[in-house]
């Protein structure tokens, strides 16, 4: 099993979304099978095996999320993410103010979905290896 202490410490190394597949790496080495990031105040519930649960704490005051979706705009920003152009509480911002509700990773399927309030899929994408 692991702990959210372990999991933050993982956090801790990741600078922007470039760093997104090597975090998910060491998640998968302390045995998260999957984990929700919910954007309005960035607590997480991460899952490992044997229906192991456990759920961090919130890590930022509540953001508004946008109740209409926004995609195209999401991926724009979820690009700029990814190739390092944006830290973290920035990329959750631009989340929230596009509709983003959560995101969910599954490391079995190493996919991230991000889903908006209704629970509909807004992008999925495959992690990609390190």
């Not at 998910?24 to 519930?45: A, N, P």
């Not at 509540?62 to 979820?78: G, K």
């Not at 690009?79 to 959750?92: A, L, N, P, R, V």
Request: one cysteine or more; proline letters at 2%.
């Amino acid at each position: 099993m692991f702990t959210i202490e372990q999991v933050k410490a993982a956090h801790a190394k990741v600078k922007s979304g470039a760093d997104f597949p090597a975090y998910v790496q060491e998640l998968i080495q302390l045995g998260v099978r999957s984990y929700d990031i919910f954007v309005s105040d960035g607590h997480g519930e991460y899952r490992g095996e044997n229906n192991f649960q456990t759920a961090s704490a919130a890590k930022y005051n509540t953001l508004l999320v946008a109740n209409h979706s926004s995609v195209e705009t999401f991926r724009e920003r979820l690009k700029i993410h990814q190739q390092g152009g944006s830290d973290y509480m920035t990329f959750c911002h631009d989340a929230a103010a596009n509709g983003v509700e959560k995101w969910t990773v599954d490391m079995e399927k190493m996919t991230c979905v991000y889903y908006d309030k209704a629970g509909i899929e807004m992008v999925a994408e495959t992690i990609p290896g390190i």
